[in-house]
């Protein structure tokens, strides 16, 4: 199975500051099509995960544009340019490529 | 509004079977498949499989081969997740989510396992 190892896994911010978060999977996530699939979901406390960013940097409907994708291969990164109070949560990567489909930890971001 | 409705919660004994409901709304059923997440409390996101909404295809997480079955029922845009030979550790949030990049969730189901 590939391997998703995120960093931090916990992420206290001023609220303004930005933020960013380090995804790396054990093997290439770039698919036979040409896309890499790659998404980033947010967890609130006590909410299902919502779903940001697919395929590395492409942005979920009704995202905020303060959140942005990036990265290739096996490194990506969520980054938060100005952390604001609903952004508390824990913050997945998620690979769909390779079978299983496989997440890493979580990076828990709270308001320092 | 695209939305998946999932059924409520379930207190099992250990050893007994569950069967969850996802019902989908608001796009056409079989042209996204269904993937099922669970989450133990406090504790991260796994993966337990996914199944073609189109043909009923499925593949599952390899610790849960022989305990799972996901289904689906293309009538009333509903997919199913079952669990039998519950345990303890199977003490979890239970989660759909449209298609293998899980791009919507449903709003959880909390399954209880316990004597």
């Known amino acids: 199975d590939v391997v998703m190892t995120q960093s931090p896994l916990s992420l206290p911010v001023t609220l303004g500051q930005p933020a960013s978060i380090s995804c790396r999977s054990s093997?290439?996530?770039?698919?036979?099509?040409?896309?890499?699939?790659l998404n980033w979901f947010q967890q609130r406390p006590g909410q299902s995960p919502r779903r940001l960013i697919y395929k590395v940097s492409n942005r979920d409907s009704g995202v905020p544009d303060r959140f942005s994708g990036s990265g290739s291969g096996t490194d990506f990164t969520l980054k938060i340019s100005r952390v604001e109070a609903e952004d508390v949560g824990v913050y997945y990567c998620m690979q769909g490529t390779h079978w299983p489909q496989t997440f890493g930890q979580g990076t828990k971001v709270e308001i320092k | 509004q695209v939305q998946l409705v999932q059924s409520g919660a379930e207190v099992k004994e250990p050893g007994a079977s569950v069967k969850v409901s996802c019902k989908a709304s608001g796009y056409t059923f079989t042209s996204y498949g269904v993937s099922w997440v669970r989450q133990a409390p406090g504790q991260g996101l796994e993966w337990m499989g996914w199944i073609s909404s189109y043909n009923g295809n499925a593949n599952y997480a390899q610790n849960l081969q022989g305990r799972v079955t996901m289904t689906t029922d293309t009538s009333t845009s509903t997919a199913y997740m079952e669990l039998r030979s519950l345990r303890s550790d199977d003490t979890a949030m239970y989660y759909c989510?449209?298609?293998?990049?899980?791009?919507?969730w449903g709003q959880g189901t909390m399954v209880t396992v316990s004597s």
């Open positions: 989510a449209r298609d293998r990049q899980c791009g919507i």
């Open positions: 093997q290439s996530l770039v698919y036979t099509d040409g896309n890499t699939y």
